[in-house]
T-cell receptor, first 112, second 115 residues
Framework: SQQGEEDPQALSIQEGENATMNCSYKTSINNLQWYRQNSGRGLVHLILIRSNEREKHSGRLRVTLDTSKKSSSLLITASRAADTASYFC????????????FGKGTLLTVNP | KAGVTQTPRYLIKTRGQQVTLSCSPISGHRSVSWYQQTPGQGLQFLFEYFSETQRNKGNFPGRFSGRQFSNSRSEMNVSTLELGDSALYLC??????????????FGAGTRLSVL
């Protein structure tokens, strides 16, 4: 079953613009992670935020977490064509930290 | 360090056959997880192995099984293939870090087509 639900399902922007993707989940979590997938290949880990953290930065990425609303957002600033990919949020919960529950993902297209 | 290696990359089978997929984790990683990705269901957790023991299992029928060897390499088997088993199968490995900070490293996947 899907825990996270991303929106929008697809996003198309111009190079240099910022891209924001949102994720909602249903149960309490241990942590929330964002992954990127290029064209049906493997997933690449981007950033992890723990349940007791509210915001985290990594390069051009900014993630926020609101546990009261059970939601997270991923902001990519100054986007590049190479950022074109699908982005997934994934959560771990309970005692099962090695089982990631993924959302359906947001397909981001950055036009040059 | 070499990344997670999955073999084969592509596979075509017919209904009723069985298939075995292989995954070599990053050196030093003892946890291996398997996921199925389809356009309809998205990414779904199959199972996770650590030190040759299955620790977690997703909601898949018994036709899906796996194992892990003493060198942490893992195999996944699907018996009596159905058309709906066509998917990208992803393997991920993880070093047993703190429970709050697990990061999984994914292979490129095996794309299975069942005809």
């Amino acid at each position: 079953s899907q825990q996270g639900e991303e929106d929008p399902q697809a996003l198309s922007i111009q190079e240099g613009e910022n891209a924001t993707m949102n994720c909602s989940y249903k149960t309490s979590i241990n942590n929330l992670q964002w992954y990127r997938q290029n064209s049906g290949r493997g997933l690449v880990h981007l950033i992890l935020i723990r349940s007791n953290e509210r915001e985290k930065h990594s390069g051009r990425l900014r993630v926020t977490l609101d546990t009261s609303k059970k939601s997270s957002s991923l902001l990519i600033t100054a986007s590049r064509a190479a950022d074109t990919a699908s982005y997934f949020c994934a959560t771990t919960s309970g005692g099962s930290n090695y089982k990631l529950t993924f959302g359906k993902g947001t397909l981001l297209t950055v036009n040059p | 360090k070499a990344g997670v290696t999955q073999t084969p990359r592509y596979l075509i089978k017919t209904r009723g056959q069985q298939v075995t997929l292989s995954c070599s984790p990053i050196s030093g990683h003892r946890s291996v997880s398997w996921y199925q990705q389809t356009p309809g269901q998205g990414l779904q957790f199959l199972f996770e192995y650590f030190s040759e023991t299955q620790r977690n299992k997703g909601n898949f029928p018994g036709r899906f099984s796996g194992r892990q060897f003493s060198n942490s390499r893992s195999e996944m088997n699907v018996s009596t293939l159905e058309l709906g088993d066509s998917a990208l199968y992803l393997c991920a490995s993880s070093y047993q870090a703190s429970l709050a900070k697990n990061i999984q490293y994914f292979g490129a996947g095996t794309r299975l087509s069942v005809l």
